[in-house]
């Protein structure tokens, strides 16, 4: 999506002529402002972006509950750290923008299943084993 807009932008930019037309600098400027507004908003009061919605998934808190204003607006400044896109290429492939803001990406399917855990709820795998069968799977 950010790429579309980066893409238009200059597409516009070009098409003034003047590199130094005041008219750019206003394109620029709302695209950060549009930026930070759509990662915050969406996390916030939709659950997740348009890409995390239509991929099935949600972004939560600890309480397993949707995240706050605040917290989207934390997960959006610590994607601004230097080589946070890097941060997936560890064990658990979890971002940094997840684990400082104490914020989890997870499959909306699951979302009943681990608010019943948080909850004291019995806990089941994917296939519908507890944890103390013989043939319990331990990736979850």
């Known amino acids: 999506l950010f790429f579309l807009m980066?893409?238009?932008?200059?597409?516009?930019s070009e098409l003034?002529?003047?590199?130094?037309?005041?008219?750019?600098?206003?394109?620029?400027?709302?695209?950060?402002?549009v930026w930070p507004?759509?990662?915050?908003?969406t996390e916030a009061?939709?659950?997740?972006?348009?890409?995390?919605?239509i991929m099935g998934n949600v972004v939560i808190n600890e309480q397993a509950e949707r995240v706050t204003f605040g917290e989207a607006a934390?997960?959006?400044?610590?994607?601004?750290?230097p080589f946070e896109a890097f941060s997936f290429?560890?064990?658990?492939?979890?971002?940094w923008h997840d684990k400082w803001s104490n914020t989890y990406v997870i499959p909306k399917k699951r979302l009943e299943e681990v608010q019943g855990y948080l909850k004291g709820d019995e806990w089941l795998d994917s296939f519908g084993n507890k944890?103390?069968?013989d043939n319990f799977e331990t990736t979850v």
């Open 45 to 53: 009061f939709m659950g997740g972006t348009f890409s995390k919605l």
């Open 37 to 41: 507004a759509y990662y915050i908003l």
């Open 131 to 133: 944890p103390d069968d």
């Open 89 to 95: 290429l560890g064990t658990p492939c979890r971002g």
């Open 6 to 12: 980066a893409l238009v932008v200059g597409a516009l």
């Open 16 to 33: 003034s002529g003047d590199p130094y037309d005041e008219g750019e600098g206003a394109l620029f400027g709302l695209v950060y402002l």
């Open 74 to 81: 934390l997960r959006f400044i610590i994607r601004l750290v």
